[in-house]
């Protein structure tokens, strides 16, 4: 098949419209002047065109992940998963992009993770709009785990200022999964455990302890004991 061009300034004709009206006669008179003497035009399909052309604009958005990844239960993710670009230019009609907050990858599923991964990812595309590129990289680190265990006070919350309490035992072993690069990190950060005054309305002998603050690296944490008992002076 062989392209057919046409002159756009000739159809605007200088007007303001963005809309472009092909009659069939033009159609005919155009494709006419571009074949051989030899070749005439019999028929027309469409016998007219329609289009409207919009001024091209663009924005940086960034790049949504999909993903549904999990590990080996000897292994955990290593710092954040990493997305080369994280963001993107796209280019459209203003109406085509004014919504667009961000762009998606395809998903990206992973099981079992037991090693490091770089892959490439398309981007899901989006109709009538072009973008800088139509795949990113994605990398995710992983590393082996280990098991961490140390003591933390148990806090009281919602403690009267006038009423003193005291908790047998005063602190509980914390056990907890974490990578082996955030292990000494993870025996400083805080990691805050409390047993709430307002549970002691109901008459009860012991209150459960419950863990109000982590840091975000750790897995499994449980509580040794998971409840205290307590006095009040």
Request: hydrophobic share 35%; with cysteine.
């Amino acid at each position: 098949k062989n392209d057919i061009t046409f002159n756009i300034e000739e159809l605007l004709h200088g007007g303001r419209s963005n809309r472009v009206h092909i009659s069939q006669q033009d159609l005919r008179e155009r494709i006419s002047m571009q074949l051989t003497p030899s070749l005439s035009v019999t028929t027309i399909n469409p016998e007219s065109i329609d289009f409207t052309l919009e001024e091209i604009a663009s924005k940086e958005v960034p790049v949504k992940l999909d993903c549904n990844i999990s590990f080996n239960k000897l292994y955990t993710q290593k710092g954040d998963i990493k997305i080369e670009p994280k963001s993107v230019t796209i280019k459209g009609a203003h109406e085509s992009i004014d919504s667009i907050e961000y762009i998606t990858t395809e998903p990206l599923i992973k099981k079992e993770l037991n090693s490091s991964i770089q892959q490439e990812i398309n981007l899901v595309p989006t109709h009538n709009v072009a973008y800088s590129t139509d795949k990113v990289k994605v990398e995710i680190d992983a590393e082996q785990t280990t098991e961490a265990e140390r003591n933390a006070i148990i806090n009281v919350i919602n403690l009267p200022s006038n009423v003193r309490m005291a908790l047998f035992p005063e602190s509980a072993k914390l056990t907890y999964k974490v990578g082996l690069s955030r292990y000494e990190e993870s025996l400083k950060d805080n990691i805050h455990i409390v047993v709430d005054y307002n549970d002691t309305k109901d008459g009860r002998s012991f209150l459960n302890i419950k863990a109000t603050e982590t840091p975000s690296y750790i897995e499994n944490l449980t509580i040794t004991p998971q409840r205290v008992e307590y006095i009040i002076e």
